[in-house]
């Protein structure tokens, strides 16, 4: 995973240096759904709850392997969903994975979840989504030194009058937290085109709009339907058409990229064919991030880590990418000039003896 090549121990020092270093940089996490980021420890803790009335569920974990197939990845949330099926474990979810992050020096982080209600009337998407931002509405940057905001999900199966659910709550908790609405699910499931319209509402209301895109080669004939409702963000951007390469250039469309999911996923080979390489020869904007990091097993410090021991990227640049994620985020001017200001301050702190020497 992460390679002791010689370009990192002569710019790092060793191994450690470099995953130290990026834990210690402040970063920027933007495509993290909830119930993928659940940590092995608190999912273990869900199963002892559940236990008792869900017998089925006791000896449950994430098995650690590469899938074949992207598809099979989507059957772990028949089993995840189980756990959390409650406003209670909700809550309990929403904020360990907050205080994960947190504790891997993640200081602005855009969490995103497909809201949900059970059989029994007991937990609604409206109930889902209050008990979400409840927790998000806790964590202050003065007091907790990071900063949540939340993007409702919408799945691909989703029929349109279920998308347009989301998207009002959507609306509704706009000023509560909310920044903005996702295409998200079974890559080989569903069409843009069923749930286009409810994007359209989002954007009239000013909201944010990210898309998976091109996660599978088969998802091609979708995207310029997709680039008509010109997303903020892409997720991915795994198969591109020229069209959309052009599209992403021109208007300097940001991607999210989650480099350990594409590979453990097979939508990627291996890290060194991953399309980092190419956005970063071409200089297309994009920003490092999980994707699942409960199920894959990556934390957003060592996916910085095995992006500088990929493609042999230096503290300095290492950085200038958590620092160009700044542009991307969904939040407003103001917050991006608090993190440039808190990032520029970490940058030129003598504190961090190894960006001192690469500076000097
Ligand atoms: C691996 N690449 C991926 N591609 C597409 N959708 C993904 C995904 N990883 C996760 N999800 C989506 O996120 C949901 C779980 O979190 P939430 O219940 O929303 O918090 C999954 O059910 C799936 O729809
Ligand atoms: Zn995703």
């Known amino acids: 995973m992460v390679e002791p090549t010689p370009f990192i121990l002569t710019q790092y020092g060793s191994l450690e240096n470099l995953e130290k270093y990026c834990r210690d940089m402040p970063k920027i996490e933007l495509h993290a759904h909830i119930n993928g980021s659940i940590s092995p420890e608190t999912l273990q803790q869900l199963v002892e709850r559940k236990k008792e009335k869900k017998p089925h569920l006791a000896q449950f974990t994430i098995p ?45 982080l855009e969490l995103r979840t497909t809201p949900r209600s059970d059989k029994n009337g007991m937990m609604t998407k409206e109930s889902y989504v209050g008990i979400v931002l409840s927790v998000i509405q806790k964590f202050s940057y003065s007091e907790h030194g990071i900063i949540v905001k939340l993007i409702l999900s919408i799945d691909r199966r989703n029929t349109l009058e279920e998308a347009m659910e989301t998207v009002n709550l959507a609306i509704k908790y706009k000023n509560r937290g909310v920044v903005g609405v996702d295409l998200c699910g079974d890559p080989s499931k569903g069409h843009i085109d069923n749930v286009k319209p409810a994007f359209i509402e989002a954007k009239k209301h000013g909201l944010k709009v990210t898309l998976h895109f091109g996660e599978i080669e088969e998802n091609i004939p979708e995207h310029a339907s997709m680039l008509e409702l010109s997303p903020d963000r892409l997720g991915h951007a795994t198969h591109l058409d020229p069209e959309s390469k052009d599209y992403i250039s021109s208007k300097n469309i940001p991607v999210e990229m989650c480099m350990t999911s594409n590979v453990l996923s097979n939508t990627v080979k291996n890290y060194r064919e991953h399309h980092i390489r190419d956005f970063l020869i071409t200089g297309y904007k994009f920003c490092i991030c999980t994707d699942d990091k409960g199920v894959f097993f990556s934390d957003l410090s060592t996916e910085y880590a095995i992006a500088a021991s990929t493609f042999s990227l230096d503290p300095k640049s290492l950085f200038e990418l958590s620092f160009q994620s700044i542009d991307c985020i969904f939040d407003n001017d103001e917050t991006k000039l608090q993190l440039r200001k808190i990032w520029n301050d970490w940058y030129s702190s003598s504190k961090n003896s190894l960006l001192t020497n690469v500076n000097d």
Do not use: A, H, M, P
């Open 64 to 108: 650690k392997r590469k899938l074949d197939v992207i598809n099979e990845f989507f059957s772990i949330f028949n089993v995840v969903y189980q756990l959390t099926d409650d406003d209670e474990s909700i809550g309990y979810i929403t904020e360990s994975v907050i205080l994960d992050f947190k504790k891997d020096g993640v200081q602005y």
